[in-house]
């Protein structure tokens, strides 16, 4: 009887053991995970369909404006990505110079609007369209610029360079580097 009774002791102690090591084990369980705060600042705060946004300076006048169908905003990097953005920038007498591109992408805090794949500026007023694949754009300087090639066309003129700069508030254009232009004489009617 003392066998008996030392064996289930045994036994119990033995499952009681068991037991103790498989919850401990068990992936299930409380674990104590470190925060990957890299991880955490790629994810998105807020993510938009059909979005507007709207950017002021200090003065409370609108910079710019951008519309989307779809908006992804990354609070902790302050980088707001917009598909296929169209762009509404204003200069310091708030005339509209509309921008437009496969893709955008808007610091929040510097106001550098980056619009990339077919970026498109239009100078409505003046009635000239400069396209590019890379086109940068400081809000707060209200300067627009690519390093990439560049087209500026006013029908029937147009000329091209490897990078162009656009002040807005000057409505000035340089464009820089391997610059050719076709200028077709005035016709008379």
């Known amino acids: 009887m003392l066998k008996r009774l030392k064996a289930r002791f045994w036994l119990a102690g033995l499952v009681i053991a068991l037991g103790t090591l498989l919850v401990w084990l068990d992936p299930r369980g409380p674990q104590d995970t470190a925060i990957d705060t890299e991880a955490q600042a790629q994810e998105p705060g807020h993510v938009l369909e059909n979005a507007e946004i709207t950017l002021f ?7 710019q404006s951008l519309k989307t169908p779809r908006l992804i905003h990354t609070p902790q990097q302050s980088e707001t990505w917009a598909e296929e953005p169209e762009a509404v920038l204003y200069d310091s007498e708030n005339r509209q110079w509309l921008a437009s591109a496969d893709v955008g992408t808007l610091n929040t805090q510097t106001q550098i609007l980056l619009l990339s794949g077919s970026a498109h500026l239009v100078a409505p007023d003046e009635g000239w369209q400069l396209d590019t694949e890379l086109l940068h754009y400081d809000g707060v300087g209200r300067h627009a610029w690519s390093e990439t090639p560049v087209m500026l066309q006013q ?5 091209s360079a490897s990078g162009m700069d656009v002040w807005l508030n000057d409505s000035q254009v340089r464009l820089t580097g391997n610059v050719r232009g076709t200028h077709p004489p005035a016709t008379q009617r």
Not at 57 to 63: C, D, F, H, P, Q
Not at 155 to 159: A, D, E, K, L, S
């Open 57 to 63: 300076a200090e003065n409370g006048s609108v910079l």
């Open 155 to 159: 029908p029937p003129q147009q000329m």
